[in-house]
Structure formats: C-alpha cells, structure tokens
C-alpha cells in the first residue's frame, strides 16, 4: 500500500470527487500493467521536494510536474490511455479517491483518532522544553504528527460513498498495492 500511497502523493493533482463502480473496476483491471510501468520508469522520476505537512494536494501536483520534467508525461499518458484512461490527471484523480478511501477506512476500523496524534504532538512540545532530546528528532516526530494531521483531514473529508465502494473492494485492492 505504501507503494501506492507514495505513487498517488506524487501524481495527483485534483481535488477529491465521486468515485464511480466503473472507475474503480477499470483502475482494479489496470493497475498491475500501470504498476509494471511505473516500476520501469522509478528511476527516472525526481525526487519531490513536498512534504506531508503541505496537504497531499501539492505532493500530487508536484508529480505531475516531475513526470512532465522527466519527459515521461506523454509515454505514462500512453500508457493509461491503452488500459482505459482519458488522461494522467483523470487516472491520478481516480488513484487519489481510492488511496484516501482506503486509508479513511483503515483509520475508520483501527480507531485512530484526531485526539491521539494532537495528544502525541503536545507530548513532543513538552520534550522539547526538557530539552533531553535532540532538537532534530523532535523536528523529525513534529513534521510527522503535523503531516498526519493534515492526512487526517483528507481522510475525513472522503464522501462516504466512495469509503462504501472501497470497502466493498478493500481485500482485493489491497492484494494489488502491496
């Protein structure tokens, strides 16, 4: 799933909207010819430079930019047109709502919460003022919390008929992305 995750934090680029079935058969169908691609071309994209704590939003857009810059943009849109796509920005939207669903379903299921990650953060700013640990893993452990926080956002913003879809397909979705 991460591999998926990290894919879609680097492709999308739109705001999040309905999932159709057909969207997520078509997506369930291609992914392993697209997963084989993207394997392929790892190497040749950039590094981004977007971190959690900027909102998936601008992760996304910067891998629509790096796949522009590699001059990969055209072959990957190719690539989603033959397995059924309009577009780089319609595959990664789709992508986008699905990876969101999952992980809004996962959080749903494993009870994680706003208040846990808010409590851990007040934890970390008391360490700081101790002052027993390294001014560096305390930025380290603040940039994840907040980069969750932010990723607890999305997630509760996913509409619940996508989060139904995906559950629905959850099992074979996530033999796919592992």
Known sequence: MR???????????????????????????????????????????????????????????????????????????????????????QWTRITTEISLGMLAVDMNEQGGSRAQVQQQLAQVQQMR???NMPAEQLNAMESMLRGTLTMIDEMESVDAADKALVRDRMTELQELIQ
């Open 129 to 131: 003022s101790s002052g």
């Open 3 to 89: 591999r998926v995750i990290t894919l879609t934090a680097m492709l999308a680029a739109s705001p999040a909207w309905a999932l159709t079935a057909t969207e997520l058969d078509v997506w369930i169908k291609s992914m392993p010819t697209v997963q084989v691609w993207l394997d392929q071309h790892e190497d040749a994209m950039p590094q981004g430079n977007a971190a959690m704590t900027d909102g998936m939003a601008a992760m996304f857009q910067e891998g629509i930019n790096s796949l522009k810059t590699s001059g990969l943009y055209g072959e990957f849109s190719q690539q989603l047109s033959a397995v059924g796509f309009d577009s780089v920005e």
